[in-house]
């Protein structure tokens, strides 16, 4: 599971126990949680709030500081997974990414990494996609969950925003950059290209599952703005926005889940079909 948790420590105390009582709901195996609000990088106040988070919901923890953010990431899993490594990167991302290796009991471990991109430079977070295909390699079993702030590789899943319904303030940082002030705005895709070039796969297109928007019900536009990516597509097995009452109440972000048959994750990437998004 994925879930932008719109300043976790920030937000209220009921706001917060929400938050945990739909993520003891949905019983997730390892969860990728963004912003997790600690100004100036407190860590010691980082790694109390995720300590809060991991005690409600009876799991292990790594908290990644994001040393250019106030907003954090973390990874949390249930303990009978054998930890294998961890480690915290800073690399001059905007969030920081987080990476675990985990025994989930199968022949090869299971890479789990989290992220946050820059939320308005288009071209940090087409730096940020290069950082990742430089640390996470395919030869691991990996999955990515992000709030990727940005927009699918292929226009026909993830279709053009009507930018004419939109701030003309906000276009210019989520537009491909054009010298020519008047040619129409085209999304800038490259994170999510640069991603797919490199041979990761974008979890709902690759599954073929509907259209979801995970952002968007409380302010700016409906987006698929969350997202795993996966070095074993084979694995995939079930990709689901948690759409609900609650959910919505929450965070400015739905959860995002994705199951995977561990069975699957030797598998090599070049067996998947369909190729990173093209339609099945």
Same mark, same amino acid.
């Given at each position: 599971?994925?879930?932008?948790? &719109? ?8 706001? +917060?126990?929400? $938050?945990? #009582? ?11 949680? $963004? ?9 010691? #106040? ?10 409600? !919901?009876? &799991?292990?923890?790594?908290?990644? *500081?994001?040393? /250019?953010?106030?907003? /954090? ?13 961890? @480690? ?12 675990? +290796? ?19 430079? *288009? ?23 992000? =709030? ?5 590789? =292929? *226009?026909?899943?993830?279709? #053009?925003? =009507?930018?004419?319904? !939109? ?8 537009? +491909?950059?054009?010298? =020519? ?11 999510? $290209? &640069?991603?797919? +070039? ?11 599952? *509907? ?12 987006? @698929? #703005? ?33 199951? !995977? ?20």
């Amino acid at each position: 599971m994925s879930w932008n948790l &719109m300043s976790y420590g920030k937000s209220g105390s009921v706001t +917060r126990r929400g $938050q945990h #009582e739909l993520l003891r709901f949905l019983r997730p195996d390892v969860v990728c949680l $963004q912003e997790i609000y600690a100004a100036g990088a407190d860590t010691t #106040e980082l790694d109390r709030l995720v300590g809060a988070i991991a005690e409600a !919901l009876g &799991m292990a923890a790594i908290a990644v *500081p994001a040393k /250019h953010s106030d907003c /954090h990431v973390a990874i949390l899993w249930r303990p009978e997974y054998g930890l294998l490594s961890q @480690r915290a990167y800073d690399l001059l991302m905007w969030h920081g990414l987080g990476v675990v +290796r985990l025994d989930v009991g199968v022949e090869v471990p299971l890479t789990v990494a989290v992220t946050h991109l820059s939320p308005w430079n *288009p071209d940090k977070q087409l730096a940020d996609a290069y950082t990742l295909t430089g640390q996470l390699p395919l030869s691991e079993a990996t999955i990515l969950g992000a =709030d990727w702030n940005s927009f699918g590789a =292929d *226009p026909e899943y993830d279709p #053009e925003p =009507d930018w004419s319904a !939109l701030p003309a303030e906000w276009i210019a940082r989520h537009v +491909r950059w054009n010298d =020519d002030p008047d040619a129409p705005p085209v999304a800038d895709r490259r994170p999510s $290209q &640069m991603m797919q +070039r490199s041979g990761f796969y974008d979890a709902a297109p690759q599954l073929g599952a *509907p259209w979801r928007a995970t952002s968007g019900h409380r302010s700016g536009w409906s987006r @698929r #703005e969350d997202v795993f990516w996966t070095t074993r597509p084979t694995a995939l097995r079930r990709y689901q926005v948690v759409d609900t009452a609650a959910a919505r109440n929450l965070s400015d972000h739905l959860p995002i889940v994705v199951d !995977l048959d561990p069975q699957a994750l030797a598998q090599a990437s070049s067996s998947a079909s369909p190729r990173n998004g093209a339609k099945p």
